[in-house]
């Protein structure tokens, strides 16, 4: 089989950006700790990791390893917090 595969797993090395990611999308109290101090919230993340979720880059998040659902999610998660009235009806 010489073609590429349609989905790639996340590298190993890319744990921590997807842990960080999973828990932006899925706990409330992370993503309001994120929300009050991004930087000591992402703690475990290197500086690299740390400026692209901070830029919300998805270009540079996917070259890093993060999963793109984690990335759409989380974007979307923070965007509902921070802007709710433009999704009252999501």
Not at 10 to 24: E, G
Not at 38 to 56: P, T, W
């Amino acid at each position: 089989m010489d073609e590429q595969p349609h989905y790639r797993f996340p590298p190993a090395s890319a744990y921590r950006l997807n842990r960080c990611l999973f828990a932006l999308k899925s706990d409330d109290a992370f993503r309001a700790r994120f929300l009050q101090d991004a930087r000591a919230a992402m703690s475990e993340l290197d500086a690299e990791d740390s400026a692209a979720l901070l830029r919300v880059d998805r270009d540079a998040l996917l070259a890093r390893g993060a999963h793109p659902y984690l990335v759409f999610m989380a974007d979307l998660r923070l965007r509902m917090e921070r802007e709710p009235v433009s999704f009252e009806f999501f």
